[in-house]
């Protein structure tokens, strides 16, 4: 069965005459007869009764033209759904964030989206830098909202959101607790939680440059990937973590009834960048819909330093 041969029929269906009907087609009557009767036979069924007076469906034919219809209809639908794919405003996406991301640059970069694209399906994954980073290798991820940016000429980046600012996390029966802010140089005389430098190569490496600019090295006592578990490990033991002000802000760190408190690190204040980052040489034109919709890094702003201890 070719489409052609459906179309034919259609027509025929429709004009329930074969001169009209080839007419429309542009075609001669023998050769409308000739698809119509190639189409009989695939389906080893009559569908057109005919003679010299007048041209009728047959009980099949009337049956089959509403299917064939529906097949029409699928295939117009098809090459509109391709068209609109390979022109970037529909298809799928799969986007990794980070929770800075969820708060500054999703919500924007969403709305445009719906709004410019609104046939588009985006699909959200938070995850850590590394874990984002390895599933858009793994072509799992389309996009990555991550600290930092790889150093591979398999990916390419642009940054997002400057100067996220980093900030200890102690439990609230902590010394540092009730403290406005610590220098960074008294970590020195501290026992830390720190993550798997694998989970945020960028963060890792922000917290550790600190501490070579005050030429100190940080005691490790344990490790702990989940934000969450830092929290929960800082709140029974004396250990101080390390997090996004971002994600110690729009936690309650320090509110009336928290475990846990956010404490500022000056001299320095250890900072990361947010970056969008995408495999090199991507094909998928929905991830250049999407990076048309995230705001320029100057409109981009973190969050004033609110419920920080004082």
Known sequence: MEFRHLMAFITIAEELHFGRAAARLHMTQPSLSAQL????????VMLVARNSHE???????KEFVTQARLIVQQMDKAASIAKSTAAGRSGSLNVGYNFPASRHVLPYALAKMSKDHPDLVVSLWEKRTGPQLSALADGVLDIALVYGHPHTSEFRHRRVLHRVPLVAVVGKGHAWAGRPGVPFAELANQSCVLFEREQCPAMYDS??????????????AQT???PG????????KPLVGFASLPRATSVGMGAVGANSVAVKLFDPVPVIDLYVVWRAGEVNPAVASFLECIEPPDNVKCPAEVGLAV
């Open 224 to 226: 702990a990937d989940d």
């Open 37 to 44: 009767q190639k189409l009989e036979k695939s389906l080893d």
């Open 55 to 61: 041209v009728k469906l047959t009980s099949a034919g």
């Open 229 to 236: 578990a830092t929290a929960h490990v800082v709140s029974v």
């Open 207 to 220: 917290i550790l440059s600190a501490a070579a600019d005050n030429k100190i090295a940080l005691k490790i």
